[in-house]
């Protein structure tokens, strides 16, 4: 499957939008749209994301398909999550990585995942944050193989879903 890693357009935040809701809410063991509505009204505006300060929002596109996307976040004061992220100095991190399930195994997860490291290496960052949930263990081999270490001064609850934390020391 031939696809690029780019900014995303604003054409694309609907249907990046549109993904990432789907993506999360079929997560066995992970919350549904009802159980944390906030949570996946922030997944369906995604594009709110680039209003952020220090914040870009990059997909993953066949041709006009978004096949998956990832907020890249150059400074952690804008990451958004709970526990102790936000107040990591000479850091990055990225979150919110989804690939629609017709490109898995296709290694565009892997490829947003670099571009993050990527980023963060050109803004010359200490470390890459991220963090996953039980649901997302496929994608927790994808980190390690990367390099990323599990952190548990990083983990904390979201309502009652277990999240942890991990680092990439660059």
């Not at 979150?95 to 947003?112: I, S």
């Amino acid at each position: 499957m031939t696809y690029i890693i780019r900014e995303a357009k604003e054409e694309d935040f609907g249907p990046l939008g549109q993904l990432m809701v789907s993506v999360y809410a079929n997560l066995d063991g992970f919350p549904k749209p009802e159980e944390q509505p906030k949570y996946y009204d922030m997944l369906a505006n995604i594009g709110r994301m680039t209003q952020k300060p220090d914040t870009r929002l990059l997909v993953a596109v066949a041709g006009d398909r978004v096949l998956g996307g990832v907020v890249y976040f150059s400074d952690m004061a804008q990451y958004g999550s709970g526990g102790t992220a936000t107040r990591e100095l000479n850091a990055s991190g990225f979150r919110l990585l989804a690939v629609a399930a017709e490109a898995r195994g296709t290694g565009v997860g892997k490829a947003l995942a670099v571009k993050c490291v990527e980023l963060a290496r050109e803004m010359q960052r200490g470390q890459v944050i991220i963090h996953t949930t039980d649901a997302m263990r496929v994608a927790w081999r994808m980190y390690e193989n990367l390099g990323f270490r599990r952190s548990p001064d990083l983990d904390f609850l979201q309502e009652k879903l277990q999240v942890y934390g991990f680092r990439l020391g660059l």
